[in-house]
């Protein structure tokens, strides 16, 4: 699998979303994706409890450990290759996370508006 072209959604390079934890479609800390990333991994969110709950609420645990996955579990600030789709579903019900625009790779502008990404954008990152 070789990764799309890794630009942001400002149209420059792709910056480090995170790293503790890793995360990433190809767990190299980035917001990269390719055909095969079918969740669109794309959005470099840092979470917050309102949306991990949320996220809980719908089906997809992001705080409960999952070591046979190498996956510790969310907590407040940490830094997550979010899956366009699950960004957008959040902040239709207004528990969206907030972004870094840097980070966030240019196939997220497939699903979500870069209106509505800017206005998630984390000012001081």
């Known amino acids: 699998m070789k990764p799309d072209e890794s630009i942001n959604v400002l149209g420059e390079p792709l910056q480090v979303c995170g790293n503790d934890p890793v995360t990433g479609f ?40 999952r070591p046979e996955f190498r996956f510790p579990g969310l907590k407040p600030g940490d830094r997550w290759c979010l899956c366009a789709s699950r960004f957008m579903q959040a902040h239709e019900e207004g528990c969206a996370p907030d972004v870094d625009l840097s980070a966030t790779h240019k196939r997220a502008l497939d699903v979500i508006p870069l209106t509505i990404l800017e206005s998630h954008a984390r000012s001081e990152l």
Do not use: K, M, W
């Not at 079918?38 to 409960?64: K, M, P, R, W």
């Open 26 to 65: 190809f767990r190299d800390g980035h917001c990269n994706t390719c055909a095969a990333d079918q969740g669109s991994h794309t959005v470099c969110a840092i979470v917050t409890a309102e949306f991990l709950a949320y996220s809980s609420y719908v089906g997809n645990d992001l705080s409960t450990p």
